[in-house]
C-alpha cells in the first residue's frame, strides 16, 4: 500500500512542478490537495513548497522501505 500511495503522490508533485497544475490548483483549491498554508501561495512557491514536500516525502518512503517501521 505504501508503494501505491507514494506514487500517487509522485505523480501529483511532477503534474505540479513540472506541468501546468500549480496554475490550476493555485488558490483555496491547493487548500484541498495539500494543506492551509499552501492556499496562500502562488503558483511559483506552491511549486517549490510541493517540491521540498516531495523531497521529505522519499525520505519517510526510503526509511521506511529498508529499514524504519
Known amino acids: 500500500m505504501i508503494y501505491?500511495?507514494?506514487a500517487l503522490h509522485s505523480a501529483l508533485?511532477?503534474?505540479v512542478?513540472?506541468?501546468?497544475g500549480?496554475?490550476?490548483v493555485e488558490g483555496w483549491r491547493s487548500f484541498f490537495l495539500f494543506d492551509w498554508l499552501a492556499?496562500?501561495?502562488t503558483a511559483e512557491e506552491l511549486r517549490?513548497?510541493?517540491?521540498?514536500s516531495w523531497l521529505v516525502s522519499?525520505?519517510?518512503f526510503l526509511f521506511q522501505v529498508f529499514g524504519g517501521t
Open 39 to 41: 492556499a496562500t501561495l
Open 48 to 52: 517549490f513548497y510541493v517540491a521540498i
Open 58 to 60: 522519499l525520505a519517510v
Open 13 to 15: 508533485s511532477f503534474w
Open 22 to 24: 500549480a496554475e490550476v
Open 4 to 6: 501505491v500511495m507514494f
Open 17 to 20: 512542478v513540472f506541468m501546468d
